[in-house]
Nanobody, 122 residues
């Protein structure tokens, strides 16, 4: 039902910043849970950040204090502000909509965007 399109990725030096956007269409993101995931070559997709229907956020330990997830219901978009980027942050980043929370664990739905590449050089 919902279509997601990520953008904002690119090449950045270590210590730099990027802001990823996830634009949704076909369904409102209001009162839904969303998450950001990433996948590096040869590795499984891992959870990065989540926001629940009430706006509460949580983060993987690897990005806590550096990344911020937010949602703009008026624009029907989800964002991931990434600061103090490290080479190990290099991955394709995906947003997810309509997942479920069990405690602080976000279980993704089948609603994924196409991904956006983030490359952090040293």
């Amino acid at each position: 039902q919902v279509q997601l399109v990520e953008s904002g990725g690119g090449l950045v030096q270590a210590g730099g910043s990027l802001r990823l956007s996830c634009a949704a269409s076909g369904s409102s993101l209001s009162f839904t849970a969303n998450g950001w995931f990433r996948q590096a070559p040869g590795k499984s997709r891992e959870w990065v950040a989540g926001i629940n229907s009430g706006g509460r956020t949580n983060y993987a330990d690897s990005v806590k204090g550096r990344f911020t997830i937010s949602r703009d219901n008026a624009k029907n978009s989800v964002y991931l502000q990434m600061n103090s980027l490290k080479p190990e942050d290099t991955a394709v980043y995906y947003c997810n909509a309509g997942g479920s929370y069990i405690g602080v664990h976000y279980f993704p739905s089948g609603n994924w965007g196409q991904g956006t590449q983030v490359t952090v050089s040293s």
